[in-house]
């Protein structure tokens, strides 16, 4: 069974003008502002629009803002005074990420009911317990938790149950049967799982236990098919023809591009390295003028290896923390001491020191701005400032540690002290 989202967005009509509240507003700083109830200067935009419940002019309201660890989104709201009619929703304003993800959630408790969701036009949302399916494009994008998507699809179902027991007794009677077992769901009758499939990888579900493992949430990223390009709009590139090999060892390849931050027209930097008994790599650097902003990314020269690769070092002396590290998109990190474990594509390819990588982590977990302020957990802060305190003593050689590397695609490597023997990280 699915559900079409039966909620349109609140203003599809033709904008009359801005209100006079949104043309005062100044134009000053970065047009995609981090999400930050502490953020004065934060203030939605205002413009008058058509209700198309009563066809007379309400208000919607466009908030451009950065979500931590995430991107840049546009949460819209639509408001009529006259008649009391309001809707919600979320379209993401960055660009269709290289490769779809898959959440998949195991919902136990009302914990996991109120994990905060962004879940975009393009996703697919499944409910297998009940054979249940929201197809893409059939509902607006929204900023929302489970128990709302939950709640959203029930007013999706409801909102014909009218119509339908006129015309259709039968079919009504099952749907509410139906709305029965979602209403059981948000209650927590029996635990169930929650599937969100968005091929635009543009979709996100919270993960409460940062920094530590989910163990209830599994993301996978995978490759997008040529329908599911199809779908999002994206055309196939057609196959080029082969050019001249060149030697790109002793050259320094630049191009022009955006920048992350300020999306400033910027120049990206890409050389060809030979990291000594190991592979090729690729080390790509940008630098933006407008802002300041630096960046850099490291990926593999070469194919993915026949076997993957996992490496294991017993951190016992701060000199460990000055070997070479190149971390591949592909590959997650593990630290067991701390139940830490960092996933596959967070922090994209590097090429470091172990120093480096671990610095990166810590300021990656302590400064996400949901565990700051006045809406921050007191416990989840206090496990952030512990976690922080224990990697700081691993950094400076107080503390014994694993440091656990998996790759499947075989393409990390740590420094081995050693070489060119063959020694075990240990």
């Keep these: ?27 000053t700083g970065p047009l995609f502002r981090p999400l930050s109830a502490e953020d004065e200067e934060q203030q939605p935009t205002e413009i008058e629009s058509l209700c198309m419940n009563c066809y ?10 950065k979500i931590p660890f995430f991107r840049e989104i546009i949460v819209s709201s639509f408001s009529c005074e006259h008649c009391g009619w309001n809707n919600t929703e979320i379209q993401s304003a960055g660009r269709i990420q290289d490769q779809g993800v898959r959440y998949t959630l195991t919902v136990r408790s ?8 962004v879940k975009t036009d393009s996703a697919t949302t499944r409910i297998p317990e009940l054979d249940f399916e929201i197809p893409a494009f059939s509902q607006k994008g929204a900023l929302t938790t489970v128990e709302g998507l939950i709640s959203r699809a029930i007013s999706g179902l409801e909102q014909d ?18 709305i029965g077992k979602l209403k059981d769901l948000k209650q927590m009758a029996s635990p169930f799982t929650l599937v969100i499939d968005d091929p635009s990888g543009n979709s996100f579900v919270e993960n409460p236990h940062a920094p530590q493992k989910d163990n209830a949430l599994v993301i996978t990223y995978y490759d997008r098919t040529p329908q599911q390009a199809e779908m999002l709009g994206l055309q196939a590139e057609a196959p080029e023809e082969k050019a001249e090999e060149e030697d790109l060892r002793n050259e320094v390849l630049q191009f022009n591009t955006n920048c992350p931050e300020c999306n400033a027209p910027a120049q990206t930097n890409m050389k060809l390295v030979q990291i000594p008994h190991f592979k090729e790599v690729i ?8 802002c300041g902003h630096r960046t850099n990314e490291v990926k593999s020269g070469g194919a993915v290896e026949p076997l993957g690769t996992r490496i ?24 067991p001491e701390l139940e830490f474990e960092l996933g596959m594509a967070v922090l994209g390819g590097k090429f470091t020191t172990l120093e480096g990588l671990l610095k990166d982590i810590r300021e990656l977990v302590t400064k996400n701005p949901f565990t700051l302020g006045d809406s921050s957990n007191p416990d989840q802060s206090e496990k952030l400032q512990e976690f922080s305190q224990k990697l700081g003593q691993i950094i400076e050689g107080k503390m014994k540690a694993h440091f656990i590397m998996n790759d499947p695609a075989g393409n990390s490597y740590l420094q081995n002290v050693y070489a060119p023997e063959d020694a075990t990280l240990k």
């Design 1 to 27: 069974m699915s559900a079409s989202g039966a909620v349109q967005p609140g203003h599809p009509g033709a904008a009359v003008g801005p209100s006079p509240a949104a043309a005062a507003s100044p134009a």
């Design 56 to 65: 007379r002019n309400g208000t919607t309201r466009l908030l451009l803002t």
């Design 110 to 117: 009302q914990e996991d009911m109120n994990r905060e969701v």
């Design 161 to 178: 149950q009218p119509t339908r027991r006129a015309v259709e007794g039968a079919i009504a009677e099952r749907i509410d049967e139906f």
């Design 283 to 290: 080390i790509m650097a940008t630098n933006c003028e407008n």
């Design 312 to 335: 294991t070092l017993h951190i016992t002396d701060p000199s460990d923390m000055t070997r070479d590290l190149l971390k591949s998109e592909t590959c997650s990190v593990e630290i």
